[in-house]
């Protein structure tokens, strides 16, 4: 490898282009979860609007590129050897951080990601030059990193948590006390001075944050700076009319303009200002290629000051870069995962929860609702049952949490304050020349409006606040794990970087393409035929035997697999076989749990004189219950016994156990096929089998206290054989119960007519 500065520039500008689709797929997907998550236009609609916003924004960006330059480190302290390998090392980390992010689907900021990047690769970079030298010392590292700026970053990112969070959660509260959850005739009303005000502020935002950064704004800034209050009011103005035409000529709320141009705003802002973090550093390290190859110098001689000097981007790659963003914003799957976290922790219904509570999480929820009271022991009731009005929600039919991920997850007022409150924080923050994050406030902003619509209830608080604070620790792992990351990999390439660059490159390939399959597989699972469905829609009695039936039959058919598996298991000693058998059965187990779950939705949802269908609905959940918990506890007592390392079970044990697992399959077997084909009918017969399955079962119990007087001599087989076949009448008993719920049923208010004429 003659040129290895070339094969590194090289190597950079390739993995400039797999960062942009990356860092896309995580920090674009955020100014779209308003659109997205309020349904109010349509998913292509909003996918052009911020496309075009992404592509002029990116086309008119450059002035921001002087961070991967100058921002961070100081670039006269290191020559170009330092330099490449600094790039180089950035590059490497910055999109397998970014990667890791988008495949937990957690949402972080690639500012952070690239600033840290560059200030851990820069401090060991220094470190190493500090100690190779007679004359430096530790305490001249801050002669070699921009630790001003580094500070003013880590103080953004604290002040735009709090700030997004407690603006965001106050303006909403008060739209919410305007307009309530029934606003539909208050926006005829006062809908065109809101949407003045909210096009107003993005117009403001589009402006100063859109625009600053950007070769044209020097031409605009004296219209601009000094002038606001005059674009302000211009903007009201002519939003005022605009919004009154829309609605007088389309009969539509002028929320649907409010939020593709807010769309568009946060779009324009992100690429315009953010592109730095994709192609900043490959454009810096170009740039040093170039001067370095005309000065004929040797690399390790030859000093960076050239990149203090300002360097406008190319206009070509600028164009190159917008159409790849644009590209990944369509088709990365990531991308949607990343939205789907924010969406479920911002959702105003019920949905499946992505975030375990903890002690942390239930600590705010306790001290926010000791504060919550304290505040409504101060009000006067009179001013509580006025504000509690406000927020009273529309009678609606109760949603199930598989229904509610098809439904909006807010309504307009909440995506039109989201898209304001954002782009009004960011403009502040850019004229006041603060360093802050689009995905820290967009996030945080979001969440604030939730807290404020009362979407975290009681029922969904401990869930919510804890998803909060796993994102929030991410961006903070983002940032440490980046200074971490870099520093360690720039330390390995400048040891050999012959050597090491290729090993790093082929490793990173191999940990994308790895997470790409990951992702992959785990996002295009196919619905497995024996899933349980959760869609139970009939009112009557009839025709939830209707609609059960095929949950019977997929639990009757997954428990006779689980059951022979954990035989199977045992009889050959298959650690792995019955580790795979206790994951099946937990994920049959939670399927059941969340059948339980929409128990509240069924009963709220049916009709007055269909009522009687809950009992027998909720009998059925907790016999499915009762069987999942004893198949559950048969496999993983099984897979303990033979992960600790005991005996294993006899031949005669062994034996006696599969003439069991006989009699279950065949049991099984039969309930499948009449619930498969809904020949209730022959439930009672079934059930005329029931004492000669369970004189099966007691006879081996029988057996084995005849052994365990004479023959058995292991505490752990006897405890583990008695454990299992006593569980196994358990599982019994609540099949027989099942079958004579469905049995008494079907004799009582179904005919097998019925039955065909509901299907």
Request: charged share 20%.
């Amino acid at each position: 490898m003659d040129n290895i500065y070339l094969f590194m520039l090289i190597a950079i500008t390739i993995l400039a282009v797999a960062d942009i689709v990356v860092g896309v797929s995580n920090d674009a997907i955020n100014f779209l979860n308003s659109a997205i998550g309020s349904k109010a236009i349509s998913m292509r609609t909003i996918m052009v609007v911020a496309s075009l916003g992404i592509f002029i924004g990116a086309v008119f960006s450059s002035g921001m590129m002087e961070v991967a330059r100058k921002g961070i480190f100081v670039p006269a302290m290191f020559n170009f050897e330092d330099i490449m390998y600094i790039f180089m090392a950035v590059m490497i980390t910055d999109i397998l951080l970014l990667d890791f992010f988008n495949t937990l689907g957690l949402p972080t900021s690639t500012t952070v990601s690239i600033v840290f990047n560059l200030l851990g690769a820069a401090v060991v970079m220094s470190l190493i030059k500090i100690t190779a030298s007679d004359s430096l010392t530790v305490s001249d590292l801050g002669n070699f990193i921009n630790t001003e700026k580094a500070i003013t970053i880590i103080t953004g990112i604290l002040m735009s948590v709090f700030i997004a969070f407690t603006v965001g959660a106050l303006v909403q509260w008060l739209s919410r006390l305007i307009f309530t959850f029934q606003y539909e005739q208050k926006i005829k009303n006062f809908g065109t001075i809101f949407g003045a005000v909210c096009l107003t502020a993005i117009t403001y935002f589009i402006f100063l944050k859109g625009l600053k950064g950007t070769p044209y704004y020097k031409d605009l800034k004296g219209v601009i700076e000094g002038n606001e209050i005059f674009i302000i009011l211009g903007s009201f103005l002519l939003w005022l009319g605009v919004s009154f035409a829309f609605q007088a000529i389309t009969k539509k709320t002028i929320l649907l303009v409010v939020i593709a141009v807010g769309t568009f705003g946060l779009a324009l802002a992100f690429s315009g200002n953010d592109l730095v973090n994709f192609i900043g550093v490959p454009m810096a390290a170009y740039h040093s290629y170039e001067a370095w190859v005309s000065s004929g110098v040797d690399p390790s001689m030859f000093s960076m000051e050239v990149l203090d000097k300002k360097v406008p981007a190319e206009p070509l790659l600028l164009f190159i870069a917008g159409a790849i963003m644009v590209l990944t914003l369509w088709f990365s799957k990531k991308a949607k995962t990343v939205a789907e976290t924010e969406l479920s922790l911002s959702r105003q219904g019920d949905t499946h929860e992505k975030f375990e509570p903890n002690i942390l999480s239930r600590s705010v929820v306790k001290g926010t609702s000791w504060l919550s009271n304290v505040i409504s022991f101060a009000l006067p009731k009179s001013t509580q049952e006025s504000i509690g009005r406000s927020f009273e929600k529309p009678n609606e039919l109760a949603l199930t949490k598989d229904q509610s991920i098809d439904a909006p997850a807010f309504d307009m007022i909440r995506a039109s304050v989201n898209l304001m409150v954002a782009g009004v924080l960011i403009a502040i923050a850019t004229s006041m020349k603060l360093p802050l994050s689009t995905t820290y406030v967009t996030f945080m902003v979001a969440m604030g409006t939730s807290f404020a619509d009362r979407a975290w209830g009681r029922e969904s608080a401990v869930y919510r606040v804890a998803g909060v604070l796993n994102v929030i620790g991410g961006w903070f792992g983002t940032a440490l794990g980046a200074f971490i990351a870099a520093g360690f990999v720039v330390f390995l390439i400048q040891g050999n970087p012959k050597v090491m660059t290729p090993i790093l490159l082929l490793l990173t390939g191999i940990l994308l393409v790895r997470n790409y399959l990951s992702h992959k597989k785990s996002t295009s699972k196919a619905i497995d035929e024996d899933s349980l469905s959760t869609s139970e829609e009939s009112r009557s009695v009839q025709g939830v035997i209707h609609e059960s039936a095929k949950n019977i039959a997929s639990v009757v058919k997954r428990g006779n697999r689980i059951y022979t598996s954990a035989v199977k298991g045992l009889a050959k000693q298959d650690l792995a076989s019955l580790k795979k058998n206790k994951k099946q059965v937990v994920k049959l187990s939670e399927e059941v749990d969340n059948l339980r779950d929409n128990i509240f939705y069924f009963i709220k949802n049916l009709d007055e004189s269909s009522v009687g269908a809950s009992n027998f609905y909720i009998n059925i959940l907790g016999y499915l219950q009762d069987m999942t918990q004893s198949l559950e506890y048969i496999s993983k007592t099984s897979h303990k016994h033979i992960n600790n390392n005991h005996k294993k079970l006899k031949f005669s044990q062994i034996k006696e156990l599969k003439e069991v697992d006989d009699a279950l399959e065949a049991l099984f077997n039969d309930i499948k096929s009449a619930f498969d084909s809904r020949s209730f009918e022959e439930i009672g017969e079934i059930l005329s089998r029931k004492k000669e399955v369970f004189d099966i079962v007691t006879s081996k119990i029988v057996k084995q206290v005849a052994r365990t007087r004479t023959e058995e001599s292991s505490p752990k087989n006897t405890t583990l054989y008695f454990g299992l076949l006593l569980e196994t009448k358990d599982l019994l008993t609540a099949t027989m119960n099942l079958l004579e719920e469905y049995h008494n049923a079907h004799d009582g208010d179904v005919t097998p007519a019925t039955i065909k004429d509901e299907e």
